[in-house]
C-alpha cells in the first residue's frame, strides 16, 4: 500500500473552467493522480526500477466520486493492490480530503517494455507528421523539443501511437 499528497493550489490551468465561480477539481484528474501512485507502488514493489519497463493504464472500474476537491485542499492518495502478476496489477484506490473520502476506484495497469527511437529518426519523422496535420503542433515540437528516446531533451514520448489533441500519429 501506498499513500501520497496532492497539494492542489488555484494556480492549476483546469479551474479556469471547471467551474468558472465554483472551482473544482475534475474527477478524472483525481483518478489520474490515484493512478500515478499505483505505478509507483508498482515500480516500487515489482522492482522495475531501472529495468526499462513502464506501467500503463488499462481500465477504470466502479469509480465513484463522493465530494468535491477544491482549491487550498491537500488531497490524501490511498493506493494498494487487489491483484498482483507479472504483467497486469490491479489496484484500488481512495482519495480523500481532511478525512472525508473524494473518490474510490479500483483500476487496472499494465507493466510492459518501453519502445524506444532514437532522436535522430523520429523527432523529424515526427515534426513532419505533425506539419501536416496540424502546422502550429509542429511549430511547438521544433520550439520546445521532444525525448523520445534516451539524452534527448523536452517532454517524454515513449510509446509509438502519440495523441496530439485529437491527432493520431504512427
Same mark, same amino acid.
Given at each position: 500500500?501506498?499513500?501520497?499528497? &496532492?497539494?492542489?493550489?488555484?494556480?492549476?490551468?483546469?479551474?479556469?473552467?471547471?467551474?468558472?465561480?465554483?472551482?473544482?477539481?475534475?474527477?478524472?484528474?483525481?483518478?489520474?493522480?490515484?493512478?500515478?501512485? +499505483?505505478?509507483? %507502488?508498482?515500480?516500487?514493489?515489482?522492482?522495475?526500477?531501472?529495468?526499462?519497463?513502464?506501467?500503463?493504464?488499462? +481500465?477504470?472500474?466502479?469509480? &465513484?466520486?463522493?465530494?468535491?476537491?477544491?482549491?487550498?485542499c491537500l488531497i490524501e492518495l490511498?493506493?494498494?493492490?487487489?491483484?498482483?502478476?507479472?504483467?497486469?496489477? &490491479?489496484?484500488?484506490?481512495?482519495?480523500?480530503?481532511?478525512?472525508?473520502?473524494?473518490?474510490?476506484?479500483?483500476?487496472?495497469?499494465?507493466? +510492459?517494455?518501453?519502445?524506444?527511437?532514437?532522436? &535522430?529518426?523520429?523527432?523529424?519523422?515526427?515534426?513532419?507528421?505533425?506539419?501536416?496535420?496540424?502546422?502550429?503542433?509542429?511549430?511547438? %515540437?521544433?520550439?520546445?523539443?521532444?525525448?523520445?528516446?534516451?539524452?534527448?531533451?523536452?517532454?517524454?514520448?515513449?510509446?509509438?501511437?502519440?495523441?496530439?489533441?485529437?491527432?493520431?500519429?504512427?
Amino acid at each position: 500500500e501506498i499513500t501520497a499528497i &496532492k497539494a492542489v493550489s488555484f494556480n492549476e490551468s483546469f479551474f479556469q473552467g471547471h467551474f468558472p465561480g465554483r472551482p473544482i477539481m475534475p474527477g478524472v484528474l483525481q483518478i489520474e493522480a490515484l493512478a500515478q501512485a +499505483a505505478g509507483i %507502488l508498482a515500480v516500487e514493489t515489482l522492482d522495475l526500477a531501472g529495468s526499462g519497463k513502464l506501467v500503463y493504464f488499462m +481500465a477504470i472500474e466502479e469509480a &465513484k466520486f463522493r465530494a468535491p476537491v477544491e482549491p487550498g485542499c491537500l488531497i490524501e492518495l490511498n493506493v494498494g493492490f487487489v491483484q498482483q502478476r507479472t504483467r497486469v496489477c &490491479k489496484f484500488w484506490g481512495k482519495a480523500s480530503v481532511e478525512g472525508k473520502v473524494t473518490c474510490e476506484v479500483k483500476f487496472t495497469a499494465m507493466i +510492459a517494455d518501453a519502445p524506444e527511437l532514437s532522436c &535522430k529518426q523520429a523527432l523529424p519523422r515526427l515534426s513532419a507528421r505533425l506539419s501536416r496535420r496540424q502546422p502550429s503542433a509542429g511549430r511547438w %515540437l521544433a520550439a520546445h523539443g521532444t525525448r523520445l528516446g534516451p539524452g534527448c531533451a523536452g517532454p517524454a514520448i515513449t510509446r509509438r501511437h502519440w495523441f496530439y489533441g485529437s491527432y493520431r500519429l504512427y
